[in-house]
């Protein structure tokens, strides 16, 4: 039996452009929602940790990606005494820091202001499916990505609208 999967009940699979209001409002993409619903997981979303892009997925995912980094600190602590254990690398900050839950949202959430500035989205996000996360782009920063397939969803994401 292989095991269910930690980002949610199906796969976060498409993409989409959605309107962003003034105040942060979006309408969750029906391939997010799909994931939320009264018995359903919340969602958690952070800054991405490499791409200036913000990351969702389901709260036990976050705490599986927590566990993995524990551990990892934990195995550089078995070798180091305890005094001598580096603080966690920025990635760790950039994930765990930059961190909002939406308790199992209706179709829609307010993307915070510092996850707006952060990853300078303004009036329009692409929303885009990565299995077990989703990611929250700006269209510039999607459009200047030197992933061409990045750039090609933005383009088929206008031409959808």
């Known amino acids: ?25 979006v309408r ?18 952070g800054l991405h940790a490499t791409q ?6 389901s709260v036990q995912w976050w705490q599986q990606l927590t566990l993995a980094c524990d551990s990892h600190q934990f195995e550089a602590a078995g070798a180091t005494p305890r005094r001598d254990i580096p603080p966690p690398p920025a990635p760790s900050r ?6 909002e839950e939406f308790w199992r949202p209706n179709e829609f959430v307010k993307l915070p202001s510092w996850a707006r500035a952060v990853a300078g989205i303004a009036n329009a996000a692409l929303f885009v499916g990565t299995g077990e996360t989703f990611e929250i782009w700006s269209l510039e920063d999607a459009m200047k990505s030197d992933d061409p397939h990045l750039v090609a969803l933005v ?7």
């Open 1 to 25: 039996m292989r095991p269910r999967p930690v980002g949610g009940f199906v796969p976060y699979a498409g993409h989409c452009i959605v309107p962003v209001k003034a105040n942060g409002l």
């Open 28 to 45: 969750l993409p029906g391939f997010v929602r799909r994931n939320v619903n009264s018995d359903g997981p919340s969602i958690f979303l």
């Open 52 to 57: 200036n892009c913000l990351v969702g997925s």
């Open 94 to 99: 950039r994930l765990f820091g930059f961190c």
């Open 155 to 161: 383009h088929s994401a206008t031409k959808l609208q």
